[in-house]
């Protein structure tokens, strides 16, 4: 990832319009800023919410608050707590989100 050419910049999350994305089960609601190719998203999960495809997209994700559990594509699984992270490449290991409770996210792709 190359951070060019982004002047210093304050971002009112509760004034960044927001997109609803249904899953399998439950909705997430993404709150994106694009700055060059970098994409920044505060996203919400509902309670139960399932996604509905397999990610092979990298990411470095924060969980803000609420429970999310990742799951890999070859099975393995992960469940992150406020204050955890993951990252991952393009193309490494493809990845799903779910949550039982409901999980707010600040994610950079």
């Known amino acids: 990832m190359q951070m060019q050419d982004i002047p210093f910049g304050v971002t009112d999350w ?8 249904p899953g399998v089960t439950g909705v997430a609601h993404w ?10 998203r505060m996203v919400e999960y509902s309670p139960g919410y399932l996604a509905d495809h397999w990610c092979s ?3 470095i994700l924060l969980v803000l608050d609420g429970q999310l559990d990742t799951e890999l ?3 393995r699984t992960f469940t992150l ?5 993951y990252q991952v490449a393009d193309h490494a290991e493809a990845h799903r989100s779910s949550t039982a409770s409901g999980a ?5 792709d």
């Open 81 to 85: 707590l406020p204050g955890q992270s």
């Open 73 to 75: 594509e070859d099975g």
């Open 57 to 59: 997209k990298g990411h």
């Open 14 to 21: 509760s004034a960044v319009p927001v997109t609803e994305h």
């Open 104 to 108: 707010k996210l600040f994610i950079v």
């Open 31 to 40: 709150r994106t800023q694009n700055f060059g190719g970098i994409r920044v």
